[in-house]
């Protein structure tokens, strides 16, 4: 789904020739991620696809643009105070980065369930962590309270031109790398990579239409737009933690206003599809919330002209979760399948079923055999298998010959035949 936004000239707040001196300022401190043409996504989409691959940045992701930026512009006497953040992971370990780099004691609040290898990198990075706060947002609280009380600098992670000045940098790489681009689709969460890169691309002339792709469950632009002011989401649920963000500031809202097309949101299957896509074809590592616009365009590129350039903003990624969310990618695509069958309980039933599935090609991953289960007769038993399938038409292949043979399937509750 999507929101039309007219696109006008208005004045913005941020600076062409700012965002240059960005550019100079982060050189030698940042990388130039390269630009890698993707000939299966350009076949799906009908045009021309590159992706920026800001995963591959140091520090997993594009925030170090815009930590470093901030923090160099402090006085000597706030660098003196040091600096505080709250994040989740890309943003703290930015923030880390930037202040190691540039000598500055740094604390970083971090959600008590926050991913431990994010963890272990922020401390690694030189930060003092503090494992405070339910969610990012009473870790973001809890970080203001300590600033307030201790005089170190807040450093938000989106809401400060200085921030949305260097992630704008990553705007003027891609019209370097792609001068011709007309679409450019970004990761969107509080709006500082979007409204950056929107301002770099049209404040240096390019015609190019820039489109924010939010996760479904956290999307906060297209009810703050519609309403001219940022409005707070009440819940947000998204394996896309980098972008949940439950509103936008006004800075990135307005900017966004005047120099975005278009947002568009995508499902949790949809990224999941998006991250074993960029695995499988790509063969890069990206996080759910750097993967949103690839998730786009496997939606559909309607409207959307080439060449078109994707942002994968991060790579960022629990191992573990990184499993979970692939193996929920394989499903999605109908490469993995759980089904629930009752069988007879009599000797060589089992056996005469899973001959059966084998007939059907597919790869049998486990096997569950339950007698106990409520609801079952005394003379029956449950199976419950997971098998790995070629696709969606092998799968309803497996099901209708399965029901051919008269076996009753069934679907656990997150599983959809």
Not at 13 to 42: D, F, H, K, M
Not at 201 to 228: D, K, M, W, Y
Not at 243 to 261: D, F, K, M, Q, W
Not at 331 to 359: H, N, Q, W, Y
């Amino acid at each position: 789904m999507s929101a039309a936004i007219p696109v006008n000239d208005d004045t913005s707040p941020i600076r062409l020739s700012e965002i240059e001196q960005a550019r100079e300022l982060l050189r030698g401190v940042t990388s130039c991620t390269p630009i890698e043409t993707s000939t299966s996504l350009s076949a799906m989409a009908g045009v021309p696809v590159l992706l920026k691959c800001e995963n591959l940045q140091r520090a997993g992701s594009f925030k170090l643009r815009g930590a470093f930026t901030r923090l160099s512009a402090l006085s000597e006497a706030e660098r003196n105070r040091g600096v505080i953040a709250a994040s989740a992971g890309n943003h703290a370990q930015g923030v880390a980065v930037a202040a190691r780099e540039l000598g500055i004691d740094c604390v970083v609040f971090m959600p008590t369930g926050a991913a431990l290898p994010k963890v272990t990198a922020t401390r690694g990075y030189g930060a003092e962590v503090r494992l405070a706060g339910e969610d990012l947002a009473e870790s973001i609280e809890l970080a203001q309270d300590e600033a307030a009380a201790s005089g170190r600098v807040f450093i938000p992670p989106f809401d400060h031109v200085d921030i949305v000045t260097g992630q704008a940098t990553l705007g003027l790489e891609v019209l370097e790398q792609v001068p011709e681009v007309a679409t450019i689709i970004v990761p969107t969460g509080g709006g500082g990579l979007l409204a950056g890169v929107a301002a770099a691309v049209h404040l240096s002339g390019s015609c190019a239409r820039v489109v924010g792709v939010q996760a479904e469950g956290a999307a906060a632009f297209p009810a703050s737009l519609a309403q001219g002011a940022p409005v707070r989401l009440t819940r947000m649920a998204t394996i896309a933690d980098g972008i949940a963000v439950p509103v936008p500031s006004a800075l990135t809202l307005g900017i966004v206003r005047e120099h975005v097309a278009e947002i568009r949101t995508v499902t949790e299957e949809q990224i999941g599809e998006a991250m074993l896509f960029l695995s499988e074809r790509a063969k890069l590592v990206v996080e759910p919330a750097g993967a949103v616009g690839v998730a786009a365009l496997l939606d559909g590129a309607q409207g959307l002209k080439g060449p078109v350039v994707v942002v994968l903003s991060g790579g960022n990624v629990d191992t573990l979760l990184l499993d979970r969310v692939l193996l929920h990618g394989l499903a999605a695509a109908g490469r993995f399948m759980e089904m629930i069958v009752r069988l007879p309980d009599r000797p060589g039933s089992l056996v005469k079923f899973l001959t059966a599935l084998a007939r059907t090609e597919c790869n049998v991953v486990s096997v569950e055999h339950d007698r106990t289960s409520s609801g079952l007769a005394a003379t029956d038993v449950q199976i419950g298998v997971k098998v790995e399938t070629k696709g969606r038409e092998h799968k309803v292949e497996i099901i209708s010959e399965l029901k051919r043979l008269g076996y009753d399937v069934g679907f656990p509750a997150v599983e959809k035949a």
